[in-house]
């Protein structure tokens, strides 16, 4: 099987530029998830899918941040404009259920701002 | 508020057991897990437990549960020098929402 394809594995920016991030989840998982995990900490939910619909963005800086998952399989997660603060890794993970007992995650996007 | 707390760094020598341990403030979570990372890899799942439940062993983990103190901990015995990670303890708030601890590094030494 399969697991959660991201890509880039890396991306330097400078501060104030646009980047986007993409994860293709499982086959057949519902259930998507943005994570962002900043050096040394936890992994912290950005935004939640459902097919394509969100259950949950209440953490996401919808001010510079936007995701989208269209036709409720691939996503993009976007920054524009980017800031120092946004350096961190973002993971994907995708789960068949809604209530996430097996989420499985990708191995994420390291982005450094400067 | 929501929050998990963990212990940031254990090291023990390989062969003995490696107790995780974890506090968390949610009552009403229904799973609280364990994840494992290796550098450069996404998170692995390596069990769960129900909140009904107070402990659960699966091969050479045990999860233990006291859900009056709000302490979930992971025993792994007989650790090998594969087993050095991040270990993160996650709790599901309900509302689909899961809260990471910060992870506690495990070093094993040969």
């Known amino acids: 099987e399969a697991g959660v394809a991201q890509s880039p594995r890396y991306k330097i920016i400078e501060k104030r530029q646009s980047v986007a991030f993409w994860c293709n989840p499982i086959?057949?998982?519902?259930?998507l998830y943005w994570y962002q995990q900043i050096l040394g900490q936890g992994p912290k939910l950005l935004i939640q899918?459902?097919?394509?619909?969100?259950?949950?963005d209440s953490q996401l800086p919808k001010d510079r941040f936007s995701a989208e998952r269209l036709k409720g399989v691939d996503s993009t997660l976007k920054i524009q404009p980017a800031k120092l603060e946004d350096s961190a890794v973002y993971l994907c993970a995708s789960s068949l259920d809604v209530e996430g007992t097996e989420a499985f995650f990708g191995q994420g996007t390291r982005l450094t701002v400067v | 508020g929501e929050d998990v707390e963990q212990s940031l760094f254990l090291s023990v020598r390989e062969g003995d057991s490696s107790v995780i341990n974890c506090t968390y403030t949610d009552s009403s979570s229904t799973y609280l897990y364990w994840y494992k990372q290796e550098p450069g890899a996404g998170l692995q799942l390596l069990t769960y437990i129900f909140s009904n439940m107070d402990m659960k062993q699966d091969q050479r983990l045990t999860v233990l549960l006291n859900k009056k103190d709000k302490h979930l901990s992971l025993r792994i015995a007989d650790t090998q020098t594969g087993d050095s990670a991040i270990y993160f303890c996650a709790e599901d708030t309900g509302g689909f929402k899961t809260i990471f601890g910060a992870g506690t590094r495990l070093f094993v030494k040969a």
């Open positions: 086959s057949g998982h519902a259930t």
């Open positions: 899918f459902q097919n394509n619909g969100v259950v949950d």
